[in-house]
């Protein structure tokens, strides 16, 4: 299979979806590689390297789309890339469909066959393509979060972790999956206050087994997120819903009781957000507040961390788009139902439900 890698034009983003390394595995199983040149730069990997590797360096993303059968990526299409595709191409990237209807409409148009990363599912419902910038964004969440809380940036002037004589800053986090829980641990290594709330009884005994002492749990019902934020100096939104819309769990209201000069970090946003004043920002300008609370809300927060996330990026995806060069991407899914998950967009039709609901589209399931 020809298999093409263009440079991401998201603002600040500098992964790339395929690395000198994923390339050359590729290659050797006997498929042509494109890649545009410098998409590697910005995470210290050369022209050089991936021809080293075995790619051909074309000049220019309209090359690389019209070279390639399947485009692998990092972040979801800009409308510029989305008019380069056509239906004989394979997208293989993260798509976040939920909370982007334009992009959904301009994909199904396209007559592209769509295999997003995040609705990629494991034999135990996991999502592994969607792990490893889980598991940075809520690293990230923590580091983020303590520095807008310093004074010059506008926040409360609190140290995290405290000192001897002063409490430490309290932190709580909404939803107790990857993001969440990596956020507890950078947070716990902090010496913070951390409690993380979930809905799901079995995910709380199982994190008050795993941190033991170092975390407080709870459940999280209305009145007990209210409470969360009207005593936090942080929170932390995690939640996620596999395709779908995050829930709102934080309302504008809310915001009234906090404390002046907070943080608020929605690792959720990809998928919408889960407080109600969220808006997707980016790295050039990162944060804004709404009644005194500070809000970073960066859609690919990973991408500040490129090279780190790249690599394990790359890590995740590559048996998948190994498997589906292999064997085309309607074989790879019928040999391999958790792959297929992944497919939401196909023939100008939405294929996956939970997409389809949130966007308001009809749902056309890929015949089995």
Do not use: W
């Amino acid at each position: 299979m020809r298999i093409g890698v263009p440079k991401e034009i998201k603002n600040n983003e500098f992964r790339v979806g395929l690395t000198p390394a994923s390339v050359a595995e590729l290659v050797a199983a006997g498929h042509e590689l494109f890649v545009e040149t410098h998409a590697g730069s910005g995470i210290d990997c050369p022209d050089a390297a991936f021809k080293k590797a075995g790619a051909t360096i074309l000049p220019t993303a309209q090359d690389v789309f019209k070279s390639s059968d399947m485009i692998v990526k990092v972040k979801e299409p800009q409308q510029r890339e989305i008019a380069l595709l056509e239906p004989r191409h394979i997208l293989f990237t993260y798509l976040h469909l939920a909370a982007d209807k334009p992009q959904a409409e301009g994909l199904m148009k396209s007559g592209a066959t769509c295999i997003a990363y995040e609705t990629v599912t494991s034999r135990t419902g996991a999502l592994p393509l969607l792990k490893p910038m889980s598991e940075v964004a809520g690293r990230m969440s923590v580091q983020v979060g303590a520095h807008y809380l310093e004074k010059e940036q506008g926040g409360r002037g609190v140290l995290l972790g405290g000192v001897p004589g002063v409490a430490p800053a309290k932190v709580a986090i909404l939803g107790g999956g990857v993001s969440g829980v990596n956020a507890a641990q950078m947070a716990v290594g902090m010496r913070a206050d951390v409690t993380i709330y979930d809905i799901n009884h079995e995910r709380l005994a199982e994190l008050d087994m795993f941190f033991s002492s170092q975390i407080k749990t709870a459940y999280a019902s209305k009145s007990a997120i209210a409470k969360a934020v009207e005593e936090a100096e942080l929170v932390i939104g995690a939640v996620l819903v596999p395709g779908a819309a995050a829930p709102k769990l934080v309302t504008r209201e809310m915001l009234k009781t906090m404390k002046r000069g907070s943080v608020l970090v929605d690792i959720a946003i990809d998928q919408g957000g889960c407080f109600e004043t969220s808006h997707a920002t980016t790295h050039a300008d990162p944060v804004f507040e709404i009644d005194g609370i500070i809000h970073y809300c960066v859609a690919n927060m990973p991408g500040a961390v490129a090279r780190t996330s790249a690599f394990a990026l790359n890590n995740a995806t590559l048996p998948f788009a190994l498997r589906i060069a292999n064997l085309g991407a309607e074989a790879a899914m019928k040999a391999d139902p958790h792959l297929a998950n992944g497919l939401n967009v196909s023939n100008g039709k939405i294929r996956h439900q939970a997409v389809a609901e949130a966007l308001d589209l009809p749902f056309e399931p890929l015949a089995a």
